[in-house]
């Protein structure tokens, strides 16, 4: 069955450091996301790409933060210079359609662990 | 409460029985997606439910909506102890242009085999 597959499963970084989380989102998914979930609080929306441009994204996701879609499989999100606050589990997801659709069901990757120190 | 709030925080069952966990939500949606997460793993989506449906069933689990209550409901019937991990409602809001989904503080699962 076609997973959403991310990398690295961990990444410890110092602050201020720059880092680059990756993703595969499924083959024919149209619509790419990102969450983070600080430990012990709720998933947190981040971002939204379809068609190479941002369409939505949170009050989270500032100057400091990136997302790329370099080739037709990867998706990264770029943390420019890292602060312990960015310490989370980042999610990268995939849908296939729109939630005006009503068929936005959202499938999540595993999550890289970042941790800032 | 917060958009997608669950209740209860925490359930603990015996192994068999049936767990039932509620969320509630304040805006209109889209849609209202459940999904486990084992600690410290991923999300596994477990069943969308669109916001003209009152009622969808995959396997043991059973979902209801009602959009007059902004509420929804996770039944999951004879229970095992693999069923064990956090579970999560998370709304997609008409409102959003990005398919955003709020998610809300889950509800700890245990199954006492």
């Known amino acids: 069955e076609p997973e959403v597959t991310q990398t690295p499963s961990h990444q410890v970084t110092q602050m201020g450091q720059e880092v680059i989380l990756r993703c595969v989102p499924i083959?024919?998914?149209?619509?790419f996301y990102w969450y983070r979930q600080i430990l012990g609080q709720k998933v947190e929306f981040l971002v939204s790409?379809?068609?190479?441009?941002?369409?939505?994204k949170s009050e989270i996701f500032d100057d400091q933060f990136s997302v790329e879609r370099p080739d037709g499989s990867n998706f990264t999100l770029k943390i420019r210079s890292t602060k312990l606050e960015d310490s989370a589990m980042y999610f990268c997801?995939?849908?296939?359609?729109?939630?005006?659709?009503?068929?936005?069901?959202?499938?999540f990757g595993p999550g890289t662990r970042l941790t800032v120190l | 409460s917060q958009q997608g709030e669950e209740d209860p925080q925490a359930l603990s069952i015996q192994e068999g029985e049936n767990a039932t966990m509620n969320c509630s939500y304040k805006t209109s949606i889209n849609n209202l997606q459940w999904y486990r997460q084992n600690s410290g793993r991923g999300l596994v989506h477990l069943i969308l439910i669109r916001s003209n449906e009152r009622e969808k069933h995959s396997g043991r689990l059973r979902v209801t909506l009602d959009t007059s209550k902004k509420s929804s409901s996770l039944l999951i019937t004879a229970s095992r102890a693999a069923d064990t991990a956090s579970y999560f409602c998370?709304?997609?809001?008409?409102?959003?242009?990005?398919?955003?989904?709020?998610f809300g503080g889950g509800t700890r699962l245990m199954v006492k085999p």
């Open positions: 790409f379809y068609n190479n441009e941002i369409s939505e």
């Open positions: 083959s024919n998914h149209l619509y």
């Open positions: 997801a995939s849908s296939m359609t729109s939630g005006v659709s009503s068929y936005n069901e959202q499938f």
């Open positions: 998370a709304t997609d809001e008409i409102r959003n242009a990005g398919n955003m989904l709020t």
